[in-house]
């Protein structure tokens, strides 16, 4: 056998030096390539893309370092109760959350930005996140704003926009030459924040509305698909930010409202569907969707508890809006692969500084003396 | 003796070729989908975990069809040192196919985020809840994919080495076509 090799290279020319040095050349030139498109994929050849690494550095870079936390949204609390499922969902999708039964929920409330203590303002952007503990393997989670269109339609809209709000620390405003450059290159931007600010702002997480912002697609039992926005709708009244809470000395004002109105009662929300038609965009969330859509009541979010994120169950959760249960898919919406993207970066950083984070804004001890729970 | 000695087998070519696509697909979708936040995100992190699963089938397959289709010995113009060197980066390779699907489950696993292969089909976990173990079972799977794509460098430029410099019949050995 090895003989038959070995006559093999002796009947082959030997290779002069020269050739050598050629083949080994080519080999090299083999290897480099296949090296160099492999740095070009991973964005090191590429410093103007925006990549993960890339886009964390900016939340950082408008709200500073605070390791351990979320890189967007990072000041919050954890709440919990279930959704209450009325059934009229069903015949748009086949997710079993839909079914009529009760779903325990392991929610979040948080104000957006990457500054982990700042003090709560009326314009910040709220959140509500709600993890849907369905039975067996599916899983559905979902990221909320009470806004009711997102301020830009690309992961590089919404990080110039981050940027450009970054309040100059003389004003204690965003610098207007910023603003105005911002403005000048995201259109759609513009367009959004006039919706934006045209929309009544409520006065605390209570009585906000919370906005999917982006579309996904609801597949029913019969393999239909259509276009969908979610929005959870409070029952409770709603009440105008009051100026009087704007020039509240407390920090927290917001977290401390919803930690007392939630030891006095639950709080509820209505799971509100609204199905797009086929001309409504799926794939810009700047862009509402006509007022007369048809509106499906999905059920009933009932909060009942608050923690700190110290102890909540909240703080390790993922709030990924791409995990999605079989029955409900994702739109063409590009933002919710950045949304997915970020927030796992985000997450995968925070876990590495675990040993790190400081205790956060919300502490056990705010939450104690007023609560019965 | 008949040329057919000097070659693998047909099934351990064919699952070499399968596999080297699959693995070399694998470890540029997996440096893309962690660069990325484009719209292209969602569908190559869609991609990957299914993918990672069948390569972790496949290597069982192998490893099982290696016992059954032996390779074909070195040439013994081989010198020690580079036997012990194919041997160990043979090793190493079969090392990193094998570790880095079950490093990756397991750290979703951890993560107790679910994993969808496809459609309703879902992993069961095989590790608790755990974020800090999430974090370091992450950076294991970044590291070793890194030591992947280094292995599998070293893999290509040794094949090429043999078939262009050397010209012992290391790289037809696998890269042939007949039957």
Redesign the interface.
């Known amino acids: 056998m090895s003989d038959h090799r070995v006559q093999n290279i002796s009947r082959k020319p030997r290779l002069t030096t020269a050739a050598v040095m050629a083949r080994f050349g080519i080999i090299g030139a083999v290897l480099l390539s296949v090296a160099g498109a492999f740095a070009y994929t991973g964005g090191w050849l590429s410093p103007n893309r925006l990549t993960q690494a890339r886009a964390m550095a900016m939340f950082e870079q408008a709200g500073g370092r605070h390791p351990g936390f979320r890189r967007n949204h990072a000041k919050g609390v954890c709440v919990a109760g279930w959704f209450e499922s009325n059934g009229q969902a069903v015949a748009m999708s086949k997710a079993a959350v839909f079914k009529p039964g009760r779903i325990p929920i392991v929610g979040r409330f948080a104000i957006s930005g990457d500054m982990a203590f700042q003090a709560d303002k009326p314009a910040t952007v709220r959140s509500m996140a709600l993890r849907f503990m369905l039975p067996g393997d599916e899983e559905w989670r979902t990221g909320l704003n009470n806004v009711p269109v997102f301020v830009a339609n690309s992961a590089q809209g919404f990080l110039d926009e981050v940027l450009a709000s970054v309040p100059d620390p003389v004003t204690g405003k965003p610098d207007p030459a910023k603003m105005k450059l911002f403005m000048a290159d995201h259109p759609e931007s513009v367009r959004a924040i006039a919706v934006i600010m045209k929309s009544p702002l409520s006065s605390g997480f209570a009585d906000a509305i919370f906005n999917s912002l982006n579309a996904f697609r609801m597949i029913n039992a019969a393999g239909k698909s259509i276009p969908v926005r979610w929005a959870a709708v409070p029952m409770q009244p709603f009440k105008s930010e009051e100026a009087a809470q704007t020039a509240s000395s407390d920090n927290n004002y917001l977290f401390d409202d919803l930690i007392e109105q939630l030891g006095q009662h639950p709080l509820l929300w209505r799971l509100v569907i609204t199905i797009g038609q086929p001309s409504d965009p799926t794939n810009d969330a700047t862009l509402p969707w006509p007022a007369d859509r048809q509106q499906v009541d999905a059920g009933t979010v009932t909060l009942h508890q608050v923690s700190s994120e110290e102890t909540g169950r909240c703080t390790d959760v993922n709030y990924d809006p791409l995990v999605l249960p079989p029955g409900i898919e994702p739109s063409d919406d590009p933002l919710l692969s950045a949304r997915s993207a970020a927030y796992s970066r985000s997450f995968t950083l925070r876990a590495a500084e675990k040993d790190e984070k400081s205790p956060s804004a919300i502490t056990p001890a705010d939450i104690k003396p007023r609560g019965k729970l | 003796?008949s040329?057919d000695?000097?070659r693998f087998p047909l099934p351990s070519r064919l699952l070499h070729w399968i596999m080297a696509a699959m693995i070399l697909m694998m470890?540029?979708i997996g440096?893309?989908?962690?660069?990325?936040?484009?719209?292209?995100?969602?569908v190559l992190?869609s991609v990957h975990k299914p993918l990672g699963i069948a390569i972790l089938i496949l290597v069982v397959v192998r490893l099982v069809n290696r016992r059954f289709n032996s390779p074909?010995?070195l040439?013994?113009?081989i010198p020690p040192l580079q036997r012990v060197t194919a041997k160990a980066s043979h090793l190493l390779l079969y090392a990193l196919m094998l570790a880095l699907p079950l490093v990756g489950w397991a750290m979703l696993s951890a993560?107790?985020?679910?994993i969808i292969l496809y459609?309703?089909i879902?992993l069961p976990p095989i590790l608790p809840?755990n974020?800090?173990l999430?974090?370091s079972l992450?950076?294991l799977h970044t590291y070793l994919a890194y030591l992947l794509?280094l292995t599998f460098?070293a893999h290509?430029?040794a094949a090429?080495?043999h078939g262009?410099?050397?010209?012992?019949?290391v790289l037809e050995s696998m890269a042939s076509i007949r039957r």
């Open positions: 003796m040329a000695s000097a470890l540029f440096i893309g989908m962690a660069a990325s936040v484009s719209g292209r995100y969602e992190v074909p010995a040439p013994d113009s993560e107790h985020y679910p459609g309703p879902h809840f974020v800090k999430y974090a992450h950076s794509f460098l290509l430029g090429l080495y262009l410099i050397r010209r012992d019949g």
